[in-house]
């Protein structure tokens, strides 16, 4: 037998180990287990068509001679990409560090106060630097962010403005032009109307709700908006601004000239390009609309002591309880890439920014000076970093191009130049070269940077930022590095314990998929960079796209979306554009069970769907015959029924070829929501069970980390009707022939973790894929075996078998006046993160162990939850000072001189005897939602609670 196989490494438990667990649960072997959970109608037949598995070494070579395709030219393209330096010390601490990358989503607040800290710290860096009252803990891209203040102004308009049958939004004609796009397509199914034109010439009329502008323009000029959004006001149209970030520290804030939304990328503060992405928008706005603001929101609020605590605020705005009233889907977000971006705030401090944004400031002045020795004038009459010159586009661009330099060329005689932080004084001799020899004239040799301020006076930013001590104190490494950690040690991380959260799959990201992302072959490559320079990224990801129509039985795959939800609202966009160019313009009925995900209804509601919803039967089972009757009902109306499989519930319904069925005989097509397809992987796939399209989380099943709470890749695969309606983009058209307009700024979305994915798909190999999740559905079902009789699991297949995780029934336990939260904060003190709580039903804990798991682990988790159980044996509804509701001990509690509880400290921090081998302190008590919501802080105290 072969040691070196990558499946070795991914699968947790051992042969021998899976040989005893299957005797743990009755069973003789894979196959019959297998056979008992998944139904034989759905079951391939043959193996997945993949190429044979790479081991980790050869995967290793495999990409770096791909990545070599990728030419790494100088790139001044700009368009909201630019080339930024990732401090070291962040590279190694956070983005190469599986403590900081393998974390979720901060559910559970007392195990994440690190990630919420840094987050909190990129809030306060949005807040200041765009001269807003309130941020958000990111988006997905410049551009969705965009379309969500555009969604946000139109949900608000009827509360404030009184314009409830006001649709049409101003589009300033200098709005990038991906952002245009993704405008396109998220207001017309809202019923938005989009109005593009020049802002000086916009008559402020009343029938606009909104407007939004770009800051600087999309080529560069600055423009003093504060006019237009005074005039605005006046008429109360609202207005968001698309904002340059590094441009805010020289520039006056869009909130300081009355804004009402603030959004942009963060991208170049410190990360990478990465042929499009992952980098975090960010989103800032006036308090008063912080009911109506898309995405997470960290709030500052106080512990069972009182001491502070932070945690996810004003969670009621969300899909999961707003579900089709919801006016945003975002779940998961950009968090790893949030909590770089405010640690590059924290390293540089704002002396930092700003030494940095005036370099980039005198290199655009120099560099138009020295053109103009040329004879060259540049058309921007105020500008940042960006210079447009009049000068033959075609005799540059070749000489540019032997150079390895990327200009954007904007049309015959027009060349758009975007500076940098990494440009250097040789960059611009080098940029001074090309456009003399395109000219046939002498280049001048630039020696230092002139000083010159291209920036209106008007425009001169004059406010302060970034005050407050932690912007201030780590600009040393040592400083930097300790910060990280200390920040590190309070959060609970793939790479202390298992985090068994059910529909999120929490497995290993290898450190073999990992490592290519820090390679600049890979890293530095813009997204609208010539596709003949991209070529180890178009093999890459047309691979990884035909690797994932292979998986799921499908034609075609798109990779644009940045989040399961943003796929779940392409899908529909898709199934929308496949019924319309049929002249089916009126089906717009969503059928969706109740137990759906709440970004499912939604997402629904963007694509301007109308939810239907569908029982559930006691067994959890879809209502087929309710389904029946609605989908007959609807049938002239019927857009698609949007199913989970297998079910939120953990189960493979058998009845699921007859629901698909149904829905085509009415008209319909399946929406399949692939969150759980790490069950069914090599064993069945959506085409098989009559879906014409679905979404991948790769950030679950495809090993992508959860990075703290994104970034995620959504891609959506597609039956044959629908391959010619996936989404394009306008300067590097991608998708099909009737394409929809883009889902996301970048072509290919968040192509450099697309590496993570192809790299996992790669290393199995289809035997590797297949026993994942073998393995999957096993580990689940051991941890069902090992805990009946402790605790009761609300859903099972006909056969008695979970899928790959099941629910636990937690309701009862309220006789003892315990809650499933208890459960979920005493599980800390056992140095665990709780499962999923009160998703998808209420008062339960939804397990999904995943494969990468291995036996000790399992046993462990399983002993904790035993033993729990025995602790909430003891408790009583009367007494709520017992071990549960105390939960989770901190050391600064049990390390305290007085101890006022009827149970020892070492029962209360060492409960078992694994723990104190890897003991886990969370660092605060309960943290007090109710208090923080009423007193919404989202920034970093204020400098005088310093002094
Ligand atoms: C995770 C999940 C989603 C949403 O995916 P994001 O990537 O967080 O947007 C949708 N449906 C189900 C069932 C999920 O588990």
């Not at 704002?350 to 400031?361: R, S």
């Not at 002139?450 to 400083?479: C, M, W």
Request: net charge negative; proline share 4%; hydrophobic share 40%.
């Amino acid at each position: 037998m072969r040691t070196d196989a990558f499946a070795l490494r991914h699968i947790g438990p051992s042969e021998d180990d899976l040989q005893k667990m299957l005797k743990t649960i009755g069973t003789e072997t894979m196959e019959q287990l297998i056979f008992e959970t998944i139904p034989d109608d759905i079951r391939l037949k043959s193996a997945l068509n993949l190429e044979p598995a790479m081991t980790e070494y050869e995967f290793a070579n495999h990409i770096k001679k791909l990545g070599d395709k990728n030419k790494m030219f100088q790139s001044y393209i700009g368009l909201g990409y630019h080339q930024a330096i990732i401090p070291a010390v962040i590279q190694r601490n956070i983005f190469e560090n599986p403590g900081w990358y393998t974390a979720y989503t901060p559910y559970q607040a007392e195990i994440a106060q690190g990630r919420l800290e840094a987050i909190l710290n990129f809030q306060t860096m949005v807040i200041e630097l765009t001269g807003m009252e309130i941020a958000n803990a990111s988006l997905l891209d410049e551009s969705t962010a965009a379309a969500e203040a555009m969604a946000l102004l139109f949900d608000v308009r009827s509360r404030e403005q009184k314009k409830n049958n006001v649709n049409k939004f101003f589009v300033s004609e200098e709005i990038l032009p991906q952002t245009l796009s993704v405008l396109q397509t998220r207001s017309t199914p809202i019923g938005v109307e989009l109005v593009i034109g020049n802002h000086e010439e916009f008559d402020f009329s009343n029938d606009f709700y909104g407007a939004i502008l770009q800051y600087p323009g999309k080529f560069g000029q600055v423009y003093d908006y504060a006019g237009f959004i005074a005039k605005a006001k006046a008429n109360e149209i609202k207005v968001a601004v698309a904002a340059d970030i590094l441009s805010l520290v020289k520039l006056t804030s869009p909130g300081e000239m009355g804004a009402d939304v603030v959004l942009g990328t963060t991208q170049r503060f410190g990360i990478p390009l990465g042929y499009g992405g992952p980098h975090a928008a960010y989103f800032a706005t006036k308090e008063e609309y912080k009911r109506s603001m898309p995405g997470r929101i960290i709030g500052v609020t106080v512990d069972t002591d009182g001491n502070r605590a932070l945690r996810m605020a004003l969670q009621t705005r969300e899909q999961h309880i707003k579900r089709d009233k919801a006016t945003s889907n975002i779940c998961t977000a950009q968090v790893l890439l949030s909590v770089m971006a405010g640690m590059y705030a924290v390293y540089h401090g704002p002396k930092g920014l700003q030494y940095i944004a005036n370099k980039v400031h005198a290199s655009a002045v120099t560099l138009a000076n020295e053109l103009e020795k040329l004879g060259l004038y540049q058309i921007n009459t105020a500008y940042f970093d960006t210079i447009v010159v009049k000068t033959a586009a075609k005799n540059v661009k070749a000489i540019a191009e032997r150079n390895e330099v990327n200009f954007y060329y904007i049309d015959e005689n027009t060349v758009s130049i975007s500076l940098n932080e990494t440009t250097s004084i040789a960059d611009l001799n080098k940029i001074v070269a090309i456009f003399a020899e395109a000219n046939g004239k002498q280049a001048t040799t630039i020696s230092e940077l002139q000083n010159g301020n291209q920036i209106p006076a008007s425009l001169e930013r004059t406010s302060n930022f970034l005050q407050h001590d932690v912007f201030n104190k780590y600009h040393s490494e040592t400083a930097l590095m300790r910060y990280i950690k200390m920040l590190e040690r309070k959060d609970l991380a793939l790479n202390h314990s298992m985090i068994s959260l059910g529909s999120c799959t929490m497995k290993l990201n290898a450190a073999s998929e990992m490592l290519p992302l820090s390679m600049a072959q890979w890293n530095n490559i813009h997204p609208f960079a010539p596709l003949d320079q991209a070529q180890g990224y178009q093999e890459m990801l047309a691979k990884l796209e035909q690797q994932l129509n292979v998986i799921t039985g499908f034609a075609g795959t798109t990779l644009q979306p940045n989040s399961g939800a943003q796929g779940e609202y392409a899908g529909l966009m898709v199934i929308r554009a496949y019924h319309q160019s049929r002249g089916d313009y009126h089906r717009n009925i969503a059928l969706i069970p109740s137990s759906a995900h709440g970004t499912n209804p939604a997402s629904a509601a963007m694509a301007g769907m109308q939810v239907v919803v569908t029982k559930t039967l006691d067994n959890g089972n879809i209502d087929v015959e309710d389904l029946r009757e609605k989908a007959i009902l609807h049938a002239a109306n019927l857009s698609c029924l949007m199913v989970t499989y297998p079910s939120t519930h953990g189960v493979f319904e058998s009845a699921i070829r007859e629901i698909t069925q149904i829905i085509h005989d009415n008209g319909g097509q399946v929406y399949m929501d692939g969150a759980n397809m790490n069950a069914q992987v090599g064993l069945t796939n959506p085409a098989t069970i009559g879906a014409d399209v679905c979404h991948l989380n790769l950030h679950k099943t495809f090993a992508i980390p959860h990075g703290g709470g994104g970034p995620g890749v959504g891609p959506i695969c597609v039956a044959p009707q629908l391959v010619p309606f996936l989404p394009t983009n306008p300067v590097i058209p991608t998708g099909g022939e009737q394409a929809i307009t883009a889902i996301s700024a970048a072509p290919w979305g968040s192509a450099l973790v697309c590496l993570i994915s192809y790299g996992y798909i790669c290393m199995l190999g289809a035997e590797g894929l297949k026993k994942a999740t073998e393995v999957a559905i096993l580990n689940a079902n051991y941890i069902k075996e090992k805990l009946n009789g402790h605790y009761d699991t609300l859903y099972s297949g006909e056969m008695g078998r979970a899928a790959h995780e099941m629910i636990l029934e937690c309701r009862p336990f309220k006789e003892k006046g315990i809650e499933v939260t208890d459960i979920a904060k005493r599980l800390m003190d056992y140095g665990f993160h709780a499962p999923t709580v009160s998703f998808p039903v209420a008062g339960t804990l939804m397990i999904e162990p995943t494969e990468s798991e291995n036996l000790e682990e399992l046993d462990r988790f399983c002993d904790a939850m035993i033993s729990i159980r025995k602790e909430i044996e003891s408790a009583t509804i009367e007494n709520p000072n017992n071990i549960l509701k105390n939960a989770p001990h901190t050391l600064m509690m049990v390390a305290a001189d007085t101890w006022i509880y009827p149970y020892t400290r070492e029962q209360a921090a060492f409960p078992l005897d694994y723990v104190a081998e890897n003991k886990f302190w969370p660092t605060v008590r309960r943290a007090d939602e109710a208090y923080g919501d009423r007193n919404l802080v989202c920034s970093c105290a204020p400098i005088e609670a310093y002094i």
